[in-house]
């Protein structure tokens, strides 16, 4: 089987070259080719030797996925489903916005946190997506985009990203090298369900990114209900976790909370995460539930969301309310994925 290009770091291709007998340099070409000039190409490779393309067309190979469906929301925000080589789909959505270009990628296919409200937990958890299909999902975006920049990365399409964590980790580290995507450390956001002694060995690789955790409440009962992950890692555990993590890291820790009508938006609900807050430097992001066919919980109406920001509101500094994106073309995690399978 050949091995795939964009796994590679730059100092894994040099040995390779190395190994074959080729220049150093070459290297830093290729990676031109691929990562400045996006080709996806060998042959197109021409200030390579004849030889070098041939060999590298016999050894390497891009395995691209295939775009199989893009939908596109009145808001711009634009949904893909891919089509991965053993046919498996996954889904990355980008979002643009007035000064960035968020794309939204996927770590695995389906999930096996199986998180009560999400759509991606209605389909069957398969397989963690190899490095090189993290990385595939990157380059087919900023293809797309053509001459607009890709400016934040953010894994919080389908999937656990800490369950696959070694795959995240390389991934990150060709995401950020200077020959490769070169994206800045504040401009890649890794969101976890709260996979616990994941977050601390996060921590530990002294990977330089930002962390989101999927929080959706901070009553330990309900969270329970709604994240099946929270029995096995608790409140208590997560938090102790966060403010560890927060000791090592750079950047704040951003809770996501998705507002589910009559679930995780009164008044008790808004002290119990006032608390949680209180000890960890975080800020929060509030989210309206975008609804699922098949799942038994509702999207809160205008007034409710209004009420419960309201109620944030002693933490105003620290909250944002993120407008809900691509409603209209179910860009929630693994919306498009889960009709297609369905
Ligand atoms: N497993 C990771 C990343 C995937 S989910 C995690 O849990 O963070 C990415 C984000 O989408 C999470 O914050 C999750 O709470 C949110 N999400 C999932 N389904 C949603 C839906 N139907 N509406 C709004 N947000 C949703």
């Not at 450390?185 to 989101?212: H, Y």
């Amino acid at each position: 089987m050949t091995k795939k290009i964009l796994e590679l770091l730059p100092t894994e291709l040099t040995n390779y070259l190395i190994s074959i007998g080729e220049k150093e340099y070459r290297a830093k070409q290729i990676f031109n080719w691929i990562y400045n000039k996006r080709s996806s190409d060998f042959n197109e490779m021409t200030s390579l030797s004849e030889n070098l393309r041939e060999r590298l067309n016999s050894d390497f190979s891009f395995n691209l996925p295939i775009i199989e469906q893009k939908s596109i929301s009145q808001d711009g925000t634009t949904k893909y489903l891919l089509s991965l080589a053993d046919d498996a789909k996954i889904e990355m959505v980008l979002i643009p916005n007035e000064k960035k270009n968020t794309l939204c990628i996927s770590s695995q296919v389906g999930c096996f946190r199986k998180c009560e409200f999400c759509a991606t937990a209605t389909l069957e958890f398969t397989r963690n997506l190899e490095t090189y299909e993290i990385i595939a999902q990157v380059f087919l975006a900023i293809n797309e985009l053509k001459e607009t920049k890709l400016t934040n990365l953010v894994f919080m399409g389908m999937g656990e990203p800490l369950d696959n964590f070694d795959n995240l980790v390389k991934a990150i580290n060709i995401m950020q090298h200077d020959l490769c995507f070169n994206f800045s450390p504040r401009r890649i956001t890794v969101s976890t369900s709260g996979v616990v002694p994941k977050i601390t060995d996060l921590a530990d690789t002294g990977l330089k990114i930002k962390l989101a955790v999927s929080l959706n409440s901070a009553n330990q009962t309900k969270r329970e209900e709604l994240m099946p992950i929270s029995k096995k890692y608790p409140l208590t555990e997560l938090k102790k976790a966060l403010i560890d993590f927060r000791k090592k890291a750079s950047y704040r820790i951003t809770l996501e909370y998705v507002m589910i009508k009559d679930f995780n938006i009164g008044k008790e609900d808004a002290n119990a995460l006032i608390k949680f807050m209180g000890d960890i430097s975080c800020k929060l992001n509030l989210i309206k539930w975008n609804a699922v066919n098949g799942l038994k919980y509702e999207a809160p109406s205008g007034n409710e969301v209004e009420r419960f920001r309201k109620l944030m509101n002693v933490q105003k500094s620290a909250v944002t309310f993120r407008r809900s994106r691509g409603e209209d073309i179910e860009a929630a995690c693994g919306q498009l994925a889960a009709k297609n399978v369905h």
